[in-house]
């Protein structure tokens, strides 16, 4: 009476054995093939394959700003955005795309596998930008080469804790050192560089590529060695998220006291802290500030509601005026204060913006203003939009013209 119930068992078994191991063959084959994929593979002649096994989906694009860019709606209002393109797949479930021919840049893209947005497997270099994570790519030769690590010469760069009353805690601070600096007994210029809404004190020098940039200009002699102080502007933090006593969260484009003037007014906070701890030429002809967006808004007001600290100043795609519901004295007495800034003097007021940037109109605005004070300025019109792209041209155009 057992016999047929033993064969039965080992029937089950048998049957069990073959589909787990024709699973594992297949997630085997499955493994191998992914593996083996190089995406992306950027060609001798600037253009890049990309590539992604994805055998079950219906249809896969990639988006990047190597695209022609599309308009998109905001909360800030109507923006360039990354274009799109199809992939095709092959008769082993390999979906691929490949480019024309790219400039020298540095490119960010994602995979959207029937409508989901997400990353590519094959590529494991990452980029997050407010909550969102991209892939890059980097094309090299012409601007490219400014944000490629090469064999020169390199600066170091130390996430800081600074102690700041005017905002009642210690907060973490980025700072770029450049080369030698630890070795030798020189004093050296600062540019404070600030980031935009949704960024942080990582923003700069990991979308920026402010380490590779100013390791390349100083080791050309294009600019001068100076350190570069990124802080966080987000005055309700202490640090980036993820890095601070709040741990893991989503980060947020815009959070609460952004743009209220209290990063403005605790400002002197940070320089006290740089000129404390590190060999600096403390005085006006030594300090640079300059930001982007956000932080080109910060820039303006900093350098006005202190205006005998700064000679240099770069503007890059900013946000000009105070909201509507922005209150507080780093706000008030705008005009005089900028006639202030004018009369102390500078040697540099630089502004940037790209033609399809969504702050051109009240870029020119504040031009004009400029103009009928007959305040002395440098604009700089730009290709492109609100872009990362741009500001780090940006960088690499203002970094030379400092402390000459």
């Known amino acids: 009476m057992l016999k047929p119930k033993i064969k039965m068992k080992k029937f089950l078994t048998l049957v069990m054995s073959t589909v787990l191991l024709g699973f594992a063959a297949s997630a085997q084959e499955a493994l191998f093939q992914a593996q083996n994929i190089v995406s992306p593979e950027v060609h001798e002649d600037n253009t890049v ?25 905001t909360p800030m209002g109507q923006m360039d955005g990354p274009g799109k393109a199809a992939l ?3 008769a082993n479930g390999v979906w691929s795309y490949k480019t024309t021919v790219l400039n020298p840049e540095l490119y960010g893209y994602s995979f959207v596998i029937d409508g989901f947005t997400t990353t590519d497997p094959s590529n494991p270099f990452l980029i997050r930008d407010v909550a969102s994570a991209t892939n890059f790519f980097l094309i090299g030769g012409g601007q490219g080469d400014l944000y490629k690590t090469n064999d020169i010469p390199h600066g170091s760069v130390s996430r800081r804790w600074y102690d700041s009353p005017g905002l009642g805690m210690d907060r973490r601070i980025t700072v770029y050192t450049p080369p030698g600096y630890e070795t030798s007994n020189e004093s050296y210029p600062v540019l404070y560089l600030l980031h935009g809404a949704g960024g942080d004190e990582e923003a700069w020098i990991n979308l920026g590529r402010t380490a590779q940039i100013l390791d390349n200009l100083i080791a050309t002699g294009k600019s001068k060695p100076m350190i570069v102080v990124m802080p966080n502007g987000n005055v309700i933090q202490d640090a980036a998220p993820g890095e601070g006593n709040k741990n893991f969260y989503k980060p947020q484009f815009m959070i609460p006291k952004t743009m209220d003037g209290t990063y403005e ?3 002197e906070d940070i320089i006290r802290f740089v000129e404390s701890n590190y060999r600096v030429k403390a005085d006006k002809k030594n300090r640079a500030i300059a930001g982007l967006s956000m932080g080109g808004f910060h820039t303006l ?16 795609s900013a946000a000009i005026m105070p909201r509507e519901d922005a209150t507080g004295r780093v ?19 630089w502004i940037a913006i790209g033609k399809t940037d969504f702050l051109y109109k009240a870029n020119q605005e504040y ?9 002395p300025h440098t604009y700089v019109e730009s290709e492109g939009g609100h872009t990362w792209r741009n500001w780090r041209v940006y960088l690499s155009q203002f970094a030379p013209q400092l402390f000459q």
């Open 88 to 90: 095709t797949k092959d």
């Open 265 to 267: 007014g605790a400002f």
């Open 49 to 73: 394959t990309f590539r992604l096994f994805a055998p079950k989906a219906q249809a896969v694009e990639v988006t990047g700003d190597f695209l022609p860019s599309i308009k998109m709606d």
């Open 301 to 316: 007001h900093v350098s006005r509601y202190y205006p005998n600290t700064f000679d240099y100043i770069g503007l890059f």
């Open 331 to 349: 706000y008030s007495n705008f005009d005089q204060t900028l006639k202030t800034q004018q009369d102390n003097g500078y040697k540099l007021y």
């Open 367 to 375: 031009l004009a203003k400029l103009k009928g004070m007959n305040m």
